[in-house]
């Protein structure tokens, strides 16, 4: 019954920005790594971001400086501030999270349906 829901995706100009979300439910033990992928009409997914539960963040070179991470552990609840978009970005946002429930303590890779996101030129 965990749940990952994405949103905030959308259509905008190249330049722009736009604010994702992601927000985790259900019983939830413990939320670790939590990550942002995107994948690229005809590409492979892959690595966006990640934000650790003590706030440690890391970025894949292709957005590092136009893209912040950011996570609220009370709302189990992770961002991605997109800045300065390029046609280059458009994707569907996926959001993961690595996820221990009261009914297996393990953590487990947990998907969102993900939100699309769409820069035009």
């Known amino acids: 019954q965990v749940q990952l829901v994405e949103s905030g995706g959308g259509l905008v100009q190249a330049g722009g920005s736009l604010r994702l979300s992601c927000v985790a439910s259900g019983t939830i033990f413990s939320v670790n790594m939590m990550r942002w992928y995107r994948q690229a009409p005809g590409k492979q997914r892959e690595w966006v971001a990640y934000?650790?539960?003590?706030?440690?963040?890391d970025y894949a070179a292709s957005v590092k400086g136009r893209f912040i991470i950011s996570r609220e552990n009370a709302k189990k609840t992770v961002y991605l501030e997109m800045n300065s978009l390029k046609p280059e970005d458009t994707a569907v946002y996926y959001c993961n999270a690595e996820i221990a429930t009261y009914a297996d303590y393990r953590y487990l890779d947990f998907w969102g349906q993900g939100t699309l996101v769409t820069v035009s030129s």
């Open positions: 934000a650790e539960i003590d706030g440690s963040t």
